[in-house]
């Protein structure tokens, strides 16, 4: 039993000073390292590609081959023309066509794309379930927040760090005593307690007094063992 409370309070304090970390760099700092990933991804934005017309077709009347490209490519064009038909093949027949469109509809950032992204984080294909997390998370709508909470205890891992991420996209501290909760689980994969330390460092200022409360009641549970 002291095994388990010396792993939970690893964790814990590796977070703590995670955060600490973090929140010491700079003001602006996190600002100016965006402009520099912006400005990167502009580069690859003048590529060359297909028109979003001939991309939508393949999308809905290619092969399988066809539509997973398709569905990429829509993404990288960022243009919100393609977004109903993005949505649609969020249930097309093929694993790998629903999570490009996933991941393309949190590219592109309409936000029609909530409510469908929504219905696919609680569908029965796992790894569905883990792209629209991170695609809400791209999206930063609301209307997603208590969904990605509840995400946090379903039974894939990879959904649960997923939906950690994408909670600390939104950097609202509403989501710390969620995912401390969570934190350091027996059950969880490393995966899914880095997510959580990543969601709460994002989160900042708000997670520093919830980690050290959460501390000392372990240290106050451990000391029982």
Known sequence: ?????????GILILCFLTLCIALSFPPGMSDHLAVVETSTLSITDTLPTPTVRSLMTDLVYGNVDQRESAAHALGETKDATAVEALIAALSDDHSQVRLQAAASLGKIGDIRAVEPLISALQADDV????????????????RAFEHL????????????????????????????????????????????????????TSIGDPAIEPLLRALQGDDRSKSRY
């Open 1 to 9: 039993m002291s095994k388990k409370f010396a792993f939970s309070a």
């Open 127 to 142: 790894q569905l379930q883990a792209r629209a997390a991170e695609s809400l998370g791209q999206l930063g709508d609301h």
């Open 149 to 200: 909470i509840a995400a946090l205890a379903v039974d894939n891992q990879y959904t649960r760090a997923a939906a950690a991420k994408a909670l600390g996209e939104f950097k609202d501290p509403a989501a710390v005593d969620p995912l401390i909760g969570f934190l350091g689980r027996p059950e969880s994969i490393p995966e899914t307690n880095a997510a959580i330390v990543e969601a709460l």
